[in-house]
């Protein structure tokens, strides 16, 4: 799949461990990221909802779900930063190193700290309200364990090693790999010798992503911002002579959208 | 002028005697599945009432509709845009299940299955969510004919004036009268507006308000903003689903499922055309009682040659046409204007009307010892009673008791002139011309209200078969039938299939 990555010179040679959990590995889910996604959206429209569940439960749900969202809004901008974004062009902003440490720490913090309690509290009531643990199906059980694992992963890392250890430079060496990755010029030895909670974290999070297209976070890329601009009023005209229905989808109608209040 | 043709309907409330058939066989043609057990595309409440769901009608709290804002602009009352999209990740205002009910179903098995034994083996009631027993405590019609009024009908949200303080403990001696309530299809709906990914739509054709089941994406504010609370979540397919007007039978040309089967025969389906351009003025009338007078400014004659060119511009069918002059909602509710809209004041424009009741009017003549059968006796109760006027004026006139008391003068005039002539007599023409009826007119709405003929009721031109959904679908296959293996998860015309097989998980 990827022959000019895998074949492209390195520092120090990286075992074939390394090459398969850090080129091969990433590179599969990505894979299965992008083709799942493109399957699921022309196959499985029916299915593409956030499945609410607040319906059945509603107390947990209304701190529970904007706690982890927010969170997880600030958590994914701080690995914008931290990991496509290299040192050098934080700097070059003018933002020193122990700017960008205490920063990180503390916005970190904040963020990681809402995600894991919405997280807690929106798996708390889907193990205990019996309604919704019903209501749970075989893409939740894979989803929910998935995320709390790479959460859970990633927020000890960090508290082990950068809040109450001596701190380590993830920027140097995860965020070279996770380039690498992106750029077609993978870079596996630099994050072999990354503190064993880090490697695991990033493991995890291949796998969500391979997980993504087939579980409910699929909702992630329906956020509907099109409604801040469209007419209130919607009309259509009933589905149009269609072409006998195929396997890949019915009758489509024609939508068209009207001015009207 | 831009025409549109809608398929509306009217119910004639005195006939209705609250046998449930039309919610009945709703349920089993539309929502017997899983995911929607608690949902009711169509309902009957008896009101005095707390309704389905319960206290839906207090909008301060459930925020449905919409309202004027500070500067007469007309808004959704759950809020704007923006305010929307920020509370997607939790609405704050969605009903829960227990505002409408926990579903049940019965261990009907152990009826057969028990052993033999001393005691006999009854069916126990089983939650269909947890799969546990339960105690059924409140249901879609928990107070049935006002039974447990005394302890909740006083949470009416109808009840709240000065005068309503005496009709809480008076009314389960005066009056009732059952409400069957389904999907307005709304010229101007608050669900489709505030769906936030356009899932929801109104039908040129026939104004039949639907949710795309494709594009839904589950962000449940359509149930929020209905005031109505006639959009439903499916908790087993996480979208939105409400009453579809049962548009393959309209498309066909026949009656909903709960027209064709009302008991009462009360029901009433047909066309009324309407010009688009003016629904959003009509809707943000500034006087909330005069908004009715808005909204059949926004009907269209049939009959007007100036409309039917314009209709014929809009590409409505000759044979549309022709339905919409026959159209028994066009009498109703411009002709003789005897039918009013449920709330008005939410502003939505609600499509389903109904001639308001007479019996609360008549039950407070006999409670105060009067004679029912004496017109001068009832004219007097509509003019003095003021309980069951208020009432019914909350409901259907946006507090305009005069509104409320000249539809029922015409109903008390209509009943006393047909009762001297169905005795023989002539009929006393001047009763009739008091309340603007010539006696022509006055056997016309006789018949209408009380002897149409399956035929007069319904008046539904069938779609033509170039643009209809539901008949090119069914051409190919049958229409509500759930994807066998070879075709995964088709369903034609939006019904979706199940995403689990059963909830009642525990079931032994
Ligand atoms: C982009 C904007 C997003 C919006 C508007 C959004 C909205 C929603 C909504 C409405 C629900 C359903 C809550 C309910 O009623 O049960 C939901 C559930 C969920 N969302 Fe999001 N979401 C967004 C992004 C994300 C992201 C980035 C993630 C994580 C990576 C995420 C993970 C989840 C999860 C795990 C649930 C299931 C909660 C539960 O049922 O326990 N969402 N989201
Ligand atoms: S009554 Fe029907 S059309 Fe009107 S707002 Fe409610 S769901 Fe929408
Ligand atoms: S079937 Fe007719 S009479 Fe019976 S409850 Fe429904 S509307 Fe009323």
Redesign the pocket.
Known sequence: MNATALSSPTATPASGTDLLLWVAFPYICLAVFVVGHVWRYRQDQFGWT?????LLEHRW?RWG?PL??LG??MV?AGHVVGLAVPASWTEAGGISEHTYHTTAVWAGSVAGVAMVTGLGM?CA??LLTRRIRLGTDRSDKV?FPL?SATVLLGISATAAHNVLGAGYDYRETISVWFRGIFTLQPRPEAITGAPLLFQLHALTACLLFAGWPFT??V??WS?PIGYLARPYLVYRRRATPAPAPTAGGRPRSTSGSRRAA | MRVMAQVAMVMNLDKCIGCHTCSVTCKQTWTNRTGVEYAWFNNVETKPGVGYPRRYEDQEHWKGGWMLDKRGRLVLRSGGRVKRLLS???NPDLPSIEDYYEPVTYDYDNLVSAPAQKDMPVARPRSVLTGRPTAITWGANWEDGLGGAPEHAGADPNLTGAWADKVKFEFEQTFLFHLPRLCEHCLNPACVSACPSGAMYKRVEDGIVLVDQDRCR???MCVTACPYKKVYVNHATGKAEKCTFCFPRIEAGQPTVCSETCVGRLRYLGLLLYDADKVGEAAATANERDLLEAQRGVFLDPSDPGVIAAARESGIPEDWLEAARRSPVYDLVMRYKVALPLHPEYRTLPMVWYVPPLSPVLDSVDAAGGNQDDPDHVFAAVTRLRIPLEYLAELFTAGDTDVVAGVLMKLTALRSYMRERTLGEAGDEKVLKAVGLTAGEGQDLHRLLAVAKYADRYVVPAAHKEDAAALTAMENRCPVETSGEAEPRKVMLGIPTLRRHTTAGGRP
């Open positions: 956030t499945h609410t569940s607040q749900l779900s982890f969202h997880a809004f994914i929106l009531r889907r989803l995320l409910r976070l909702h992630v956020v | 997607l990740f939790s589950g962000w449940r």
